[in-house]
């Protein structure tokens, strides 16, 4: 797989459009971290405490877990301008398999999963430890395993944008209909079925692994949900991501390039 990645990064690293994406999602996601203290709840501002752990892991992993249709997004344009290009043909002439081709593309998506989770990490040291009213050390990396999840459910996004991509072939396309299924087609199944089954969806999975911070006291208001813990979500959430780059690797074999 090494040998794989380093032929993608040669590709990835000169592409504007790569770099450009993810300066979006670093600086997004920088500027409404470090707008987020001025929140108000209950008619007061968050302020500092907004920064104290341990609540800012999980705090953070949900405001990031929002830019993972931008990673989505990010795969889908890399994988249909190769098609656009006739550069997954190419390489396929020159010698990989199929089965190469999905494990390269899936070689990126480990990645920049990797690299955004730790962005995310030292983001939270950063704003924890530099900005929090008070530090407490032993605390620091309590319920910092929300970074694992939250790594868990980029791959899972982007696994999962990787199958559009395959499936569609046409970014602008491609991109409509991943937009499509994980905000429309997947809501409206959910709204149709009890949780005790839409829990198990793949959004409805991914999304339990970066839960709303105080989803407790929300769900006083409007009822208890039966949505899967992050611990509970894992494991379902790792079949899906298996399920996504086989289902990638069979829709490849299939067709033609």
Known sequence: ??????????????????????????????????????????GQSAGATFYKFPDIWPKLTYIASYFNLLLGILLIITITD??????????????????????????????????????????????????????????????????????VQAIGYMSLAMLFGFLVKKSGLAIMAFLLYAKVVEPIIHYKLPDSLDKYFPMKVLSSLTPMPGKEMFEMVTGASEALTPL???????????????????????RDL
Do not use: H
């Open 82 to 151: 190769e098609y656009s290009f006739r550069t997954i043909r190419q390489q396929v002439i020159d010698g990989y398999t199929r089965a190469d081709v999905v494990q390269a593309k899936y070689s990126v998506v480990l990645l920049l999963g990797v690299a955004c989770a730790l962005y995310v990490f030292l983001l939270g040291l950063l704003f924890g430890i530099g900005f929090a009213d008070e530090v407490a050390t032993d605390k620091i990396l309590t319920d910092a395993q929300f970074v694992f999840y939250y790594l």
């Open 232 to 254: 509970e979500a894992l494991l379902p959430a790792v079949l899906y991501i298996t399920l996504f780059c086989l289902l990638s690797y069979l829709l490849l074999k299939s």
């Open 1 to 42: 797989m090494t040998s794989l990645l380093r032929i993608e990064l040669r590709k990835l690293l000169p592409y504007r459009t790569f770099w450009a994406i993810l300066a979006v999602f670093v600086i997004l996601l920088f500027v409404i971290l470090y707008g987020s203290s001025n929140v108000t709840i209950n």
